[in-house]
């Protein structure tokens, strides 16, 4: 019997592998979607690290312990008094897993819905590309070769170890561990300050535990604009995470139930901690696992990552790869983008991703959310700027949640008045960052938001303010 056929073969139903599988399949394509995740009934779980061990959960965790928080003592002030707070951590993990299967299930209706073929098991090529493509050989719970005329590899990234010190998963944690730490720990430790220690520091510390934060760089925070990143490190000190920075990590030993960190400060002085529970988050590594890469000649750069070119071509004909496993940032919403991109690309048409207006957000409290250059980088490319800032604390909404922490700034050219990047700290980052976003890819000025109106009382009349500020006309501040 030979092979089943299809037009495009996508290897990874993480964001990036299931979006690209269904823009495949609304052009026209026989589109099939291999991805091996299971869950702990050892069925399906599409939607990668993001909807598994990534952004969902997280955000889940982040919303609970926000609320708890709250509970605590922001309700106060609003005249709401809870008495009898407790904790219930098993109903809050089993609530986050049940929005992580929610979306699972939402990924296979759609490929229902879209007429994608979905083979749960591990993809590989099996081969080089034939007169029927390139055969791909599926293990696991299914097992068939099935032959592809494009393939789209979309298989993710995995996180870093420190070496020396592998995830086990009860002590020392990555993404998955951290996630799913089932009593909080009194003392949790944290190597690296970046998105997901920061993430996750949070999340436990709202619960209750003593946070401790390593950090390798001396800088905090150093892709964020500086007068941002500052604003943060005072906000998280205060809320009590611990952080140290400019340290160097020289052993991480396990014991029975906690596990010693030995490290040099910032002086360069030698120091010991204990904790219940260690988070490794010093970033991620591109998965080519047992892809078979070699078996069809698909090259790698130097890194580990799949090489493309600025259209996720591979070297290969008709083979591109999408998402955390190529070059860029480690981001669903970019892994998404490129994987619309290629499928457009295959159908002929001109897929495109504007890597200079991907969004970033941070879903700290506050959020941190950005766009474009910082005040850094505009510095170290002598561009002229002009900057712009206005501060949550004179906005009515802010003030009306009970939460004014933070500022809108705006960065424009100096000449032309072209807005060069839009940095936030404060509530709701996330979601007002896509008027910048926006504005950038409609190449706007501060000036055509400056003069938008804006509803009120909205934040979003920050946004609008801090580029008034770019000219000195706030009228709130
Ligand atoms: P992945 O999501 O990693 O998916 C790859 C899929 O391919 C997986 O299901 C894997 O099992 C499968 N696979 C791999 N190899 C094979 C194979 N050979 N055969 C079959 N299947 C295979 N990004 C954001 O934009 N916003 C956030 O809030 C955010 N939060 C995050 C929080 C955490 C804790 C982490 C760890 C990451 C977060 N990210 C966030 C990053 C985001 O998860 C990734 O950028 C995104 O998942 C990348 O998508 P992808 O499709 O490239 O790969
Ligand atoms: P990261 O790159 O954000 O941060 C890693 C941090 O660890 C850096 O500050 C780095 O200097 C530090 N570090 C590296 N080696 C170290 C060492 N040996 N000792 C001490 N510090 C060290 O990586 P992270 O947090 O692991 O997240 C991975 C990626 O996942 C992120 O870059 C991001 O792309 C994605 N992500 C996105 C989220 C979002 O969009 N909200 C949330 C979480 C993750």
């Given at each position: 019997m030979s092979n089943k056929q299809f037009d495009v073969v996508v290897i990874g139903a993480g964001p990036g592998g299931y979006i690209a599988a269904i823009r495949a399949a609304q052009l026209g394509f026989s589109v099939a979607c291999i991805d091996e995740w299971a869950n702990d009934k050892g069925g399906p779980a599409p939607g990668g690290t993001c909807t598994n061990v990534g952004c969902i959960p997280s955000k889940a965790l982040l919303q609970s312990s926000e609320h708890f928080e709250h509970a605590g003592h922001a309700f106060k002030d609003h005249g709401i008094e809870v008495s009898g707070l407790a904790l219930n951590l098993g109903q809050m993990l089993k609530r986050k897993n049940t929005v992580v299967k929610q979306n699972n299930d939402g990924i296979l209706f759609l490929f229902k819905k879209n007429k994608v073929t979905f083979f749960h098991g591990r993809g590989a090529f099996a081969g080089a590309q034939g007169a029927e493509g390139y055969p791909i050989a599926i293990t696991g719970p299914t097992t068939e070769t099935i032959n592809a005329k494009q393939v789209i590899v979309a298989t993710g990234s995995n996180p870093r170890a420190l070496p020396n010190a592998p995830f086990d998963e009860k002590l020392v944690l990555s993404n998955t561990g951290a996630l799913a730490i089932d009593a909080v720990p009194a003392k949790l430790g944290v190597i690296g300050a970046g998105v997901i220690g920061l993430e996750m520091g949070s999340v436990w510390r709202r619960l209750g535990a003593d946070v401790t934060v390593l950090e390798g760089?001396?800088?905090?925070?150093?892709?964020?604009?500086e007068q941002i990143a500052k604003e943060a490190h005072k906000m998280f000190t205060k809320q009590g995470l611990k952080i140290s920075l400019g340290v160097k990590v020289e052993s991480v030993t396990p014991g029975a139930n906690n596990v010693t960190v030995k490290y040099a400060d910032a002086q360069g002085a030698a120091q010991e901690a204990v904790f219940d529970k260690l988070i490794v988050s010093i970033g991620r590594v591109p998965n080519t696992n047992g892809l078979g890469a070699d078996k069809a000649g698909l090259a790698l750069d130097e890194r580990g990552f799949i090489a493309v070119d600025d259209d996720c071509k591979t070297n290969l004909p008709n083979v591109w790869a999408i998402g955390d496993?190529?070059?860029?940032?480690?981001?669903a919403h970019k892994a998404e983008e490129e994987g619309v991109a290629v499928a457009e690309r295959i159908a002929g048409q001109h897929g495109h991703t504007n890597f200079d207006t991907i969004p970033w957000v941070i879903y700290t409290s506050p959020e941190i959310a950005w766009v474009g250059k910082t005040e850094q980088q505009l510095k170290a490319a002598g561009v002229a700027y002009k900057a712009g800032t206005f501060p949550f604390l004179a906005n009515g909404r802010a003030r009306a949640l009970g939460d004014t922490s933070g500022m809108v700034k705006f960065l424009a050219d100096a000449t032309t008045d072209e807005i060069l990047g839009v940095h936030i700290i404060g509530p709701m980052a996330s979601e007002l960052i896509s008027e910048a976003v926006v504005a950038m890819e409609f190449k706007a000025s501060a000036e055509d938001i400056a003069r938008i109106c804006h509803a009120h009382?909205?934040?979003s009349e920050a946004t609008k303010e801090a580029a008034l500020a770019i000219d000195k006309r706030t009228l709130n501040f």
């Open positions: 760089l001396p800088t905090f925070l150093g892709a964020v604009d496993v190529v070059r860029g940032p480690m981001l009382p909205s934040l």
